[in-house]
Nanobody, 116 residues
Framework: QVQLVQSGGGLVQPGGSLRLSCVYS????????MGWYRQAPGKQRELVAV???????NYADSVKGRFTISRDNAKNTVSLQMNSLKPEDTAVYHC??????????WGQGTQVTVSS
């Protein structure tokens, strides 16, 4: 019932910035947390950032100080602002909703490539 549609991503140079957004639709009840994951080839999927229903945020150490997760409840949107991008940030990024019933809803994913 809940669906996610992502936008953003692309190719940027090291030190550049990108903003990813994810719009969710369907039932608005029971969302426990919203987050962004990424997965690079040959690596495990990594939780990059999460924002809870109460507004608290957590970040992976590798992106702390560079990435910011935010939400716009009026627009049913969760975003990830990525600054000071590094080549190691290259990955497919997925937004995710964790529901109160412990189910997860995933966005379709988008490629972020950081290269000179």
């Amino acid at each position: 019932q809940v669906q996610l549609v992502q936008s953003g991503g692309g190719l940027v140079q090291p030190g550049g910035s990108l903003r990813l957004s994810c719009v969710y639709s369907g039932s608005m009840f029971g969302i426990y947390a919203m987050g962004w994951y990424r997965q690079a080839p040959g690596k495990q999927r990594e939780l990059v950032a999460v924002i809870t229903s109460g507004g608290g945020t957590n970040y992976a150490d590798s992106v702390k100080g560079r990435f910011t997760i935010s939400r716009d409840n009026a627009k049913n949107t969760v975003s990830l602002q990525m600054n000071s991008l590094k080549p190691e940030d290259t990955a497919v990024y997925h937004c995710n909703l964790r529901l109160s019933n412990n189910n997860n809803v995933w966005g379709q994913g988008t490629q972020v490539t950081v290269s000179s």
